[in-house]
């Protein structure tokens, strides 16, 4: 299996004449569980956001236009689109807007996060914003998040250095 040209497959969504600031638009078809493959004859007119936590593109997500609440993943690396709006939450107090879905997320011009995926390192990562979090309007989507962050964490085994010796 060749690795997937992330940055070639955005830069094709971003010359399709319908997209705009950064959010490409292309054609795709259902590759899997969640992820997408980008097709010319796929059935699938989509919305192609490149998720970049840290200025890389780690992988991308295709939002339907005609059905915005379904999105998938391109190669399911992603876990939340947004992550760097959560640099310094954890100091501030200040809340986090968490969002159902990318086409949420996307509407609130990029505002938040929206959870692709609930890792333990996610919920790590939203278990740490003191200022509390904020959905939208969606209480089903409510009721699931705080379902998730109440689950315990996992704790590795600590040991002192000289008994793991022993």
């Known amino acids: 299996m060749s ?3 992330l940055y070639g497959e955005m830069y094709q969504a971003l010359s399709h004449p319908r997209s705009a600031n950064w959010i490409g638009v292309d054609t795709v078809r259902a590759d899997g569980d969640g992820l997408y493959v980008p097709d010319p004859d796929g059935p699938i007119l989509a919305a192609i956001v490149a998720v970049m936590p840290d200025d890389e593109i780690i992988d991308l997500v295709a939002i339907d236009l005609v059905q915005p609440k379904r999105w998938r993943r391109r190669i399911g690396v992603a876990n939340l689109l947004g992550e760097v709006n959560l640099i310094g939450l954890s100091f ?3 809340p986090l ?3 159902a879905n990318p086409a949420d997320w996307l509407n609130a011009g990029g505002r938040g996060c929206a959870v692709l995926e609930f890792t333990p390192s996610v ?3 939203l278990r ?3 200022g509390g979090l904020d959905v939208d309007d969606d209480p089903d989507f409510a ?3 705080e379902r998730e962050l109440s689950e315990p964490a996992r ?4 040991y002192l250095r000289q008994q793991r010796a022993a």
């Open 3 to 5: 690795p997937v040209d």
């Open 92 to 94: 501030t107090g200040e």
């Open 97 to 99: 807007l968490v969002h």
């Open 123 to 125: 919920c790590g990562l």
């Open 128 to 130: 740490s914003i003191r």
């Open 143 to 145: 009721e699931r998040l």
């Open 155 to 158: 704790r590795p085994t600590i």
